[in-house]
Nanobody, 126 residues
């Protein structure tokens, strides 16, 4: 089992920045990648960014490239999402997810991730 706890969400004005944190505990040695997804009201959950745990390779959805940065601290078993130049369209509940070794390696597919955090709300006002 892997437990994920997100923090760092909140209310920010358009153009502002936030950093989300996700701390993993439990069987973290089995983690192949971690990711952030988001779900806006009335919409499906969408992929935002992912990072491979061993090599640190990063993946982003197009709308956040150049604005968001995913990173990890392996020693702390923590993944971060630095979000800059936020817009109201970024308003959503953000979820951290962990993918264990043995999957297909499709970083953008939510069903590939076995563990999920409880989510943290990000609200961007115009």
């Amino acid at each position: 089992q892997v437990q994920l706890v997100e923090s760092g969400g909140g209310l920010v004005q358009a153009g502002g920045s936030l950093r989300l944190n996700c701390a993993a505990s439990g069987r973290t040695f089995g983690i192949d990648a971690m990711a952030w997804f988001r779900q806006a009201p009335g919409k499906e959950r969408d992929f935002v960014a992912a990072i491979s745990w061993s090599r640190g390779r990063t993946y982003y959805t197009g709308s956040v490239k150049g604005r968001f940065t995913i990173s990890r601290d392996s020693a702390k078993n923590t993944v971060y999402l630095q979000m800059n130049n936020l817009s109201p369209e970024d308003t959503a509940v953000y979820y951290c997810a962990a993918d264990l070794y043995g999957g297909s390696g499709s970083r953008e597919i939510g069903s590939e991730y076995e563990y999920w955090g409880q989510g943290t709300q990000v609200t961007v006002s115009s």
